[in-house]
């Protein structure tokens, strides 16, 4: 069975940063590229970013919104991802899922707020 | 960045009803277009890829095709659990983008 698992929400002030986790289990981990996506309360969803595979030389991609503040990488020993958010805005409080687009998880929340 | 647009926003239909939904791309994607299922408090539910290709597991009510920039949705006959919200999503170029959602309704 195919398991994806998000961690590491909470609430964060503005400014603050966390380090979100999705851990996995029952496919080929290492040879997925991991997306995370993005959902406000009410809201639709929001491509946040990916990581390619080791083959794809563990390239990433990020939306305009998140990028240079958010990073993704990845351990592939620990079929693990993760999404550092860094200078976070209360714009970002949402619901964030890591997905391989067939698989996804069941989000964790963040909340920004002072 | 390529922009989605989905029409209509909302819908009400009934059991039984044919449902189409269209996704406009502001520029070509081929056919890199996912559509997915979205219920209250829950993730979303891959229905077709590849603009055409259905999933594995989901019903063959739900069928996708494309024309061009302009993709569609389209469900045979509704049923009680198909009231949801519908997005599309382009994985052509990055940044990958979302259509802003369609909400079906029981009528």
């Known amino acids: 069975e195919v398991q994806m698992v998000e961690s590491g929400g909470g609430l964060v002030q503005p400014g603050g940063s966390l380090k979100l986790s999705c851990s996995t289990s029952?496919?080929?981990?290492?040879?997925?590229?991991i997306h995370w996506v993005r959902q406000a309360s009410g809201k639709g969803l929001e491509w946040i970013g990916l990581i390619r595979s080791k083959g794809y030389g563990y390239a990433t991609a990020y939306g305009a919104s998140v990028k240079g503040r958010f990073t993704i990488s990845r351990d592939d020993s620990k079929k693990t991802a993760f999404l550092q958010v860094n200078s976070l805005k209360t714009e970002d409080t949402a619901v964030y899922f890591c997905t391989t687009t067939n698989y996804w998880g069941q989000g964790t929340l963040v909340t920004v707020s002072s | 960045d390529i922009q989605l647009t989905q029409s209509p926003s909302f819908l009400s239909a009934s059991v039984g009803d044919r449902l189409t939904i269209t996704c406009r791309a502001s520029?070509?994607?081929?056919?890199?277009l996912a559509w997915y299922q979205q219920k209250s408090g829950r993730a979303p539910k891959l229905l077709i890829y590849?603009?055409?290709t259905l999933q594995t597991g989901v019903p063959s009510r739900f069928s996708g095709s494309r024309s061009g920039t302009e993709f569609t949705l389209t469900v045979s006959s509704l049923q009680p659990e198909d009231f949801a919200t519908y997005y599309c999503?382009?994985?052509?170029?990055?940044?990958?983008?979302f259509g802003p959602g369609t909400t079906v309704d029981i009528k």
């Open positions: 999503l382009q994985l052509s170029a990055f940044p990958f983008t």
């Open positions: 029952g496919f080929t981990f290492s040879g997925s590229a």
């Open positions: 520029q070509g994607i081929s056919s890199f």
């Open positions: 590849g603009a055409s």
